[in-house]
């Protein structure tokens, strides 16, 4: 679970390179920056829908593993295109975008229920230490994320 949250605070690496890559290589006005951004981070606001699939509609018998590893492959192929800069049409690059939020928005709804469950376990001080636990992993990812970004843009 600790490797999702890193890997959501790491988001942030993804998306400063991909303001830097609209102002700096596409050109775009800040205007137009935000309404591509906006369509980008529009799957996080089905995280419930995502939770509702994950848990009323398995896959081969299982409820959340295959969807995280489904996600996790998922996230992964809609990156690949991007990487060897070859791509400089905006809609392109917002969709591959959208698509990789979308999975990466799914898994963090899963792995949320995961933690739930996990607190359940520890009536006394579950919630409280696996909370912690995880804000810790996605404030390591976040500051990595920002780093990497900032001395790679």
């Known amino acids: 679970m600790m490797v999702s949250y890193f890997i959501q ?23 137009e920056m935000q309404v591509l951004s906006s369509i980008v981070n529009f799957p996080w606001s089905l995280k419930v829908a995502y939770g509702l699939i994950a848990d009323n509609v398995p896959i081969c018998g299982s409820r959340r593993r295959i969807y995280v590893a489904i996600n996790g492959l ?15 049409n905006k809609y392109i690059i917002t969709f591959f975008l959208t698509i990789y939020a979308t999975n990466v928005a799914f898994n ?21 230490d696996l909370n912690s636990y995880s804000w810790l992993w996605l404030a390591i990812g976040g500051i990595v994320g920002s780093i990497s970004a900032g001395y790679l843009t």
Not at 14 to 23: A, E, G, P, R, T
């Open 9 to 31: 605070g790491f988001k942030v690496f993804i998306d400063l390179s991909v303001m830097d890559l609209f102002k700096s290589y596409l050109m775009l006005e800040p205007a």
């Open 108 to 128: 963090d709804a899963i792995v949320d229920a995961l933690m739930v469950m996990q607190a359940r376990r520890d009536h006394k001080h579950g919630s409280e």
């Open 74 to 88: 998922f996230q992964f192929v809609f990156l690949v295109p991007l990487i060897p800069d070859l791509i400089y």
